[in-house]
C-alpha cells in the first residue's frame, strides 16, 4: 500500500519535475549537494530504514523489497534493493582487509576506488563525473553516467561511494532519468547516515562482532 502511494507521488512530483526540467531547473535538482545532516532528511511517501546491524539507515519507501548477497570484483558483499518499475535503489556494504601499505593492491583505500568502479560498471558503461570528498569522518566518492546495458539501457546511474574505517558502503539509484533525477532519488541518496562516524576513530569504526 504504501509504495502504491508512492507511486502515485513519484508520477506527480515527476510531472511537476518536467516542467522545472525546461528551464534548468532539474538539472540542479538532481546535482544538488549532498546535505549535512543526513537524519534530518524526509520527503513523503518515505521511511528511514536502518540495517539490521546498525551499520547505517536510509530513506525508503517501504522498507527493501530484495536483500541478498552479491560478488562484486571477487569480493562478497551484503545489498538491499528497493525497486520501482522505473528504477531501483539500492545500498551495499563491505567490509575491507586491514590497512596496509598504501601502494599494495589490499589497501582498503585502493579497494574503495576498485569496487566502486565494478559496481558502477555493472550498470554503465561511461563516467561522466566522479568526484572525491569527505564528511562525517569517512571518505566518499560520487559517479554518475549513462546506463549502457541491462534492463535500464538508456536511463541514469548515480553512486554514492563511503570508506568508514574498513567498512564500505554504496548508495545507488539506476533507472530512468525521471527516476534517477528525481527528488525521491536526491532524498534517498541525501539521507544515506553512517551513525557515529564523525566522532568514532576511523581504523575502529563499526568494526563490530570481531570484524
Known amino acids: 500500500m504504501t509504495k502504491r502511494i508512492f507511486t502515485s507521488i513519484f508520477a506527480l512530483v515527476s510531472s511537476l519535475l518536467s516542467i522545472s526540467a525546461a528551464s534548468g531547473d ?9 546535505t549535512d545532516n543526513p537524519s534530518a532528511v524526509t520527503f513523503p511517501g518515505l521511511e528511514r530504514y536502518t540495517d539490521l546491524h546498525g551499520f547505517y539507515s536510509v530513506l525508503l519507501r517501504d522498507g527493501p523489497d530484495k536483500k541478498s548477497q552479491i560478488d562484486v570484483s571477487g569480493r562478497k558483499c551484503s545489498e538491499i534493493v528497493d525497486e520501482d518499475k522505473s528504477g531501483i535503489w539500492s545500498v551495499c556494504w563491505t567490509d575491507l582487509p586491514k590497512e596496509e601499505p598504501p601502494f599494495l593492491p589490499t589497501s582498503p583505500r585502493i579497494l574503495f576506488r576498485n569496487l566502486s568502479r565494478a559496481y558502477f560498471e555493472r550498470f554503465a558503461g561511461n ?3 566522479d568526484a572525491t570528498d569527505k564528511r562525517f569522518g569517512y571518505e566518499l566518492r560520487i559517479m554518475e553516467g549513462p546506463i549502457t546495458k541491462g534492463q535500464w539501457k538508456g536511463g541514469r546511474l548515480r553512486l554514492n561511494a563511503y570508506l568508514a574505517g574498513r567498512r564500505m558502503f554504496i548508495a545507488c539509484v539506476a533507472g530512468k532519468d525521471d527516476w534517477a533525477n528525481s527528488s525521491a532519488s536526491v532524498a534517498f541518496l541525501n539521507s544515506f547516515e553512517v551513525p557515529g562516524a564523525a566522532a568514532s576513530p576511523k581504523d575502529e569504526l563499526n568494526l563490530r562482532n570481531g570484524k
Open 127 to 129: 563516467v561522466e563525473k
Open 26 to 34: 532539474e538539472s540542479k535538482t538532481a546535482a544538488s549537494a549532498l
